[in-house]
């Protein structure tokens, strides 16, 4: 027997219905119970604001003045710039190059020789003979006496205003090179004596 109400049962519903419905149940209850991510700035932004802070920590550690010269620095590089033909010249200079130029600066005193012609020298003299020329380079660091510390603290103080001295040893010939004789263009002869250095030392 039969109550008059037959109840139909839905159809099947197909696999990837199925896998749709519940694929959006699943999602929407997902993130329904899920909290939202916090969303990320970029990396690239990050490092930004990593540098301005601390070059704004680095400037604020600089006094007024020290700042001002740093400005002038600035500047200086940009006129140096400008005036070797607009190509712009690197505010920090590598590693490298510093200790090669550390090294030029600090090479100690020295004899050195260079083939020159007489009419090269100078002097006045019109002649294609060659002569070796020898002179003194270097720097004289390790030579500074009390004398020159001395010397040097008077100028600052302005103790020592008016006249020319020199507050650091230099390198010069301690002895010069035997009298070098040659004949000019009108073969004319002529001997010039202390010119080539035979020793150097800081004096």
Known sequence: MFNGSRKYSPLPSSPSSSRATSSSSSSSSSSSSLPAAPRRSPRALQRHSSLLAQYSSLLESYTEGEIRQLISALVERYSQAMNSG????PLFPRAGSRRKRARARHKPC???ELEVSVSELGLGYESDETVLF??????????VRSYDLSLKSMRSRRRIKKEKVRARPCCRPLAYDDDVSFLDAYNRYYTVNELSAK???CV
């Not at 607009?86 to 010249?89: K, N, T, V």
């Not at 020898?134 to 030579?143: I, L, M, P, V």
């Open 110 to 112: 020295a004899l050195k």
């Open 86 to 89: 607009g190509h712009e010249l």
């Open 134 to 143: 020898r002179y003194c380079s270097g720097t004289c660091e390790a030579a």
């Open 199 to 201: 020793e150097c030392g």
